[in-house]
């Protein structure tokens, strides 16, 4: 939270993306946020967070803007207070919007305050109804993925040995094939769903939850988002990325 910001302040957009940004690319990426490009802040506030293909993320209400302070292996991460800050796109909603509808996520995080029933990275649902995937981190501090489709069936909680420590950096990989959710901290498999159908809608996207209430808090860095679900060895080559430019084992 925000308390507000002083008369005065700026609007900084950091380097736009460029040939440094394609040292990997992940097939079918819809989208990448990389919190070192394309961020319209004012005194640490961001407001704005534009991705590599042109998807922009934004935060109009001063209060509710993460901060552009923090640092993972010397690589600038976005800091969220687990009250009320999250970064809203919804265009991006349209990528888990469907039926059968395959797409793998990364995300880049660091969670670094207690556990209150649990804690969003991502969060992608339906405004008008109770329909969601929840991207988050459970009650007893494991790695999960709830889902709920239009029927009101499927709903479930992922969850497993992918327990997430405090202050602690991970690489969390979800992929849904289109009939199969599966989970991955660090590039290992923390749990596998059984068979899923029916069709699920959705319209909203935000980056650091808030819709299912609980947003996140501590970092988060990057986040590619892909409309295809990943073989083994497409997602093995995007997690070493990501941990070799994060510093993560």
């Keep these: 939270m925000r308390s507000g910001l002083a008369l005065g302040t700026?609007?900084?957009s950091r380097?736009?993306?460029g040939p440094s940004d394609s040292s990997f690319t992940p097939p079918s990426l819809v989208e990448r946020f990389d919190p070192a490009l394309g961020v319209a802040s004012s005194s640490g506030a961001v407001s704005a967070w534009t991705g590599r293909n042109g998807n922009v993320a934004t935060q109009p209400t001063a209060a509710n803007q993460p901060m552009a302070t923090g640092t993972l292996n010397g690589q600038p991460t976005f800091l969220y207070d687990g009250?009320?800050?999250y970064l809203q796109c919804n265009a991006l909603a349209s990528v888990f919007s469907g039926t059968a509808k395959p797409w793998t996520t990364y995300a880049v995080v660091r969670?670094?305050?207690s556990m209150v029933n649990y804690r969003m990275w991502m969060d992608c649902v339906n405004s008008s109804t109770?329909?969601?995937y929840h991207f988050l981190v459970g009650s007893t501090g494991a790695a999960s993925l709830w889902r709920q489709n239009d029927g009101g069936a499927g709903s479930f909680?992922?969850?497993g040995?992918?327990?997430i420590a405090l202050n602690v950096p991970y690489v969390l990989s979800s992929v849904f094939t289109g009939a199969?959710?599966?989970l991955y901290k660090n590039g290992g498999l923390v749990y596998s769903s059984g068979a899923l159908s029916g069709a699920i809608t959705l319209n909203t996207f935000a980056i650091g939850g808030q819709f299912g209430g609980n947003p996140w808090r501590g970092d988060i860095g990057q986040i590619d988002i892909c409309a295809a679900a990943h073989s083994d060895t497409e997602r093995n080559a995007e997690e070493a990325y990501l941990k070799t430019k994060y510093g993560i084992p």
């Design 10 to 12: 700026f609007i900084r």
């Design 15 to 17: 380097r736009a993306y």
């Design 83 to 85: 009250t009320n800050d």
């Design 111 to 113: 969670m670094t305050g």
């Design 130 to 132: 109770s329909r969601y």
């Design 157 to 159: 909680t992922l969850s």
């Design 161 to 163: 040995a992918g327990v």
């Design 180 to 182: 199969v959710l599966n």
